[in-house]
């Protein structure tokens, strides 16, 4: 399996513009989580999916945040509007009923200008 | 209110000594605790998980210990090498199962000197 897919890797957009990142999960995990991970704050979570449905939203800092699982391969995080502060990077991790252990994508570094 | 702590600094130690790194923990029962390695640019890499009845865990150099009367996580390297040079952070789950997402602490930025 290739692991978990992230993109774009990096993202570099204007304040205001709508970002979209990607995730692709390891084959089979059932478990989708999206973090977020600044030097000031660590790496937070900011929401996960189970079965495809949204179990917990509680860390999405704001409305401009929304997330998606269409299906069990695919996943997206869009910020509309963006806003300097959520210059950050992204992670998408992964897990599975038969493990306890959470499988990180390498990232998506997002810059708002 | 929740809180996880982990050396803030930089650790700086000499190649071949034993690395210790700790992470503690308020105002939380931890089902487990897990360890996770992350280099720069990449995500993070899991190492080690350790259950709440559990006293140590082992793997090769590794060590984890888990005292949930002191809510101290003491993680070591042995026989230390430049490329354990990384940054390590400690994560708790409360669910048992990773299946409510992990609270990492910020990290512990390791450096072994050759």
């Known amino acids: 399996d290739a692991g978990v897919i992230q993109s774009p890797r990096h993202e570099v957009t204007e304040m205001g513009q709508e970002v979209t990142l990607r995730c692709k999960p390891i084959?089979?995990?059932?478990?989708l989580f999206w973090y977020r991970q600044t030097m000031m704050r660590g790496l937070e979570l900011l929401i996960y999916?189970?079965?495809?449905?949204?179990?917990?939203d509680s860390g999405m800092p704001e409305d401009r945040f929304s997330a998606k699982m269409p299906n069990a391969s695919f996943s997206t995080l869009k910020i509309q509007p963006s806003e300097p502060r959520d210059s950050a990077v992204y992670f998408c991790?992964?897990?599975?009923?038969?493990?306890?252990?959470?499988?990180f994508g390498p990232g998506t570094r997002l810059t708002v200008l | 209110s929740q809180k996880i702590e982990q050396n803030s600094e930089a650790l700086n130690i000499q190649e071949g000594k034993t690395a210790t790194l700790t992470c503690n923990y308020t105002?939380?029962?931890?089902?487990?605790l897990q360890w996770y390695r992350q280099d720069p640019g990449r995500g993070p890499v899991f190492l080690l998980l350790?259950?709440?009845?559990?006293k140590e865990k082992r793997k090769e150099r590794l060590k984890v210990t888990f005292d949930t009367t002191l809510k101290q996580s003491l993680f070591h390297i042995t026989a230390s090498q430049p490329a354990d040079s990384a940054t390590y952070l400690c994560?708790?789950?409360?669910?048992?199962?990773?299946?409510?997402?992990?609270?990492f602490g910020k990290g512990t930025h390791l450096i072994i000197q050759p």
């Open positions: 105002n939380y029962s931890p089902a487990y």
């Open positions: 991790a992964t897990t599975g009923q038969s493990t306890d252990t959470q499988y």
């Open positions: 994560a708790l789950d409360t669910s048992g199962g990773g299946a409510d997402g992990l609270t």
């Open positions: 084959s089979g995990h059932d478990y």
């Open positions: 999916f189970n079965n495809n449905v949204p179990i917990d």
């Open positions: 350790i259950r709440e009845n559990e």
